[in-house]
């Protein structure tokens, strides 16, 4: 079964509002999680690093304070798109490290859409 | 920095034929190695991985062998079945053993199989 949990997977809001998605892993403790965005017949895009207990690591060319992440406890790591655009409509991944198994796990993704 | 070069897709296939997906890599040392698959609507599910040189992954049929010498990671499937149908990314992440590195990935390969 899942070891990732995201959640909503699908989500439509207006234009301005915000949207938090949560990503859990649900039977180890994660210290690092990742934030993914992937377009449509595209790859994935690393939006930031999450770690727990600190600020957000993120990536070149993508705002923080547009795309808020919090990790404040070790299974869970939020993402919140504030004042949401259509052009913030796309599908959002979280991954999660495992470091006893030094595997990556991956939500099963958010699909949203602003109207 | 690290990069991974995977087969340009879309790729179709007939059910029961051959499956040849490249990669190739380019990082320091010897990074790990992985195969994700990502059905439709779905997040990426990790399909084999392979951590150190020659060692050879394997899952459902599919198997990809990690290839120092060449920096390829290609997977293969001797007999695809429409299920298969989805898209593949190849990706690797940096060692380093217990700490949490981030995956590069590939562009992804879709594979259509018909019946």
């Known amino acids: 079964g899942a070891v990732v949990s995201q959640h909503p997977s699908r989500v439509i809001c207006k234009s301005g509002t915000s949207v938090k998605i949560e990503c859990r892993s649900l039977d180890f403790q994660a210290t690092t999680m990742f934030w993914y965005r992937q377009f449509p017949k595209k790859s994935l895009m690393l939006m930031a690093t999450?770690?727990?207990?600190?600020?957000?690591?993120?990536e070149q060319g993508v705002e923080k304070d547009k795309f808020l992440i919090n990790h404040a406890s070790l299974t869970l790591s939020t993402l919140t798109v504030t004042s949401a655009h259509p052009e913030d409509s796309s599908f959002y991944i979280c991954s999660a490290f495992d470091v006893d198994r030094r595997s990556f796990d991956f939500g099963q993704g958010t699909r949203l859409t602003v109207v | 920095g690290d990069s991974v070069t995977q087969m340009e897709g879309p790729v179709t296939l007939s059910e029961e034929a051959f499956l040849t997906i490249n990669c190739t890599y380019t990082a320091t040392g010897y990074p790990s190695l992985f195969w994700y698959v990502q059905y439709p609507g779905e997040g990426l599910q990790l399909l084999l991985k392979a951590t150190k040189a020659d060692d050879k992954g394997s899952n459902k049929g599919f198997e990809a062998t990690y290839r120092k010498e060449t920096t390829s990671f290609h997977l293969e499937k001797g007999s695809v079945q429409v299920s298969d149908s989805a898209v593949y990314f190849c990706?690797?992440?940096?060692?380093?053993?217990?700490?949490?590195?981030?995956?590069?990935f590939g562009s992804g390969t879709q594979l259509t199989v018909l019946p």
């Open positions: 990706a690797l992440s940096p060692p380093g053993p217990g700490s949490a590195r981030q995956l590069t």
């Open positions: 999450s770690n727990e207990g600190s600020k957000a690591t993120y």
